[in-house]
């Protein structure tokens, strides 16, 4: 038989032949012994298109004239892997974030897309491998499973966060971080304010300038 040995990944084929040497009967019957995989009168070798991996197979050829005179191959389907990119990545809540896999060692290239965590977050589309983060932050998981063999699979962490408003700046974070200061003259809390440009209860005004009240000048008569 030729070849004796042989790599056939999952859903692939692979062609083998049989020499008969004292009979006149030169053909054989083609079998698979052990293992996952058919193969054909012709001797082509068929794996499986889905299939646990790694796996072995034996194939025989038998004589026709003489059934007891056989031969043997072996045939290995190598470890089906998948590897998503990007495998760590960031994404801001309302954006979205690409996602692709590569499987080896499978004709079938396909894999099923999903979202580890099961609830609020974030969805991927199975089409187009686009991720959409849920409304919140958080450290989510996004999984490709091969179709060809669905004991493998990778998996890519996505950490979502809120994208800061351009808008409000250091100062305005500061004022809004500190609590309200009670009124001591009863009416609704006041915050402090160090904002430039604006003046704060008990504070002067922008210019830096105090207002002063001059005293009315006494006349001699009056004294």
């Known amino acids: 038989m030729n070849p004796k040995t042989e790599t056939v990944i999952v859903g692939d084929t692979r062609r083998f032949s049989a020499t008969v040497s004292g009979h006149p009967n030169q053909e054989v019957t083609w079998s698979v012994v052990t293992g ?11 794996a499986p298109t889905t299939q646990s991996t790694p796996a072995t197979a034996i194939i025989k050829a038998a004589s026709k004239g003489d059934p007891g005179k056989s031969d043997s191959a072996n ?18 809540v309302g954006e979205t974030r690409l996602f692709s896999a590569d499987v080896s060692n499978a004709i079938n290239k396909g894999v099923t897309w999903r979202v580890v965590e099961q609830s609020n977050a974030g969805t991927i589309n199975a089409t187009t491998r686009r ?30 966060t809120i994208r800061e ?17 009670p009124s001591t003259s009863g009416g609704a809390p006041q915050r402090r304010s160090r904002r430039r440009g ?12 105090r207002a002063f009240i001059q005293p009315e000048e006494r006349s001699e008569e009056e004294g």
């Open 36 to 46: 996952p995989g058919t193969i054909s009168p012709t001797g082509l070798y068929i």
């Open 75 to 92: 045939i290995t389907i190598p470890r089906v892997s998948v590897t998503v990119k990007p495998s760590n990545t960031n994404v801001f």
């Open 131 to 160: 991720y959409t983060p849920p409304n919140r932050e958080g450290t989510f998981h996004v999984r490709a499973t091969s179709v060809a063999d669905t004991t493998k699979s990778d998996t890519a962490s996505v950490v979502v």
């Open 165 to 181: 408003d351009p808008k409000v700046g250091p100062i305005e974070k500061a004022i809004d971080s500190i609590a309200p200061v």
């Open 198 to 209: 604006q003046a704060s209860e008990g504070r002067t005004p922008r210019s830096g300038r």
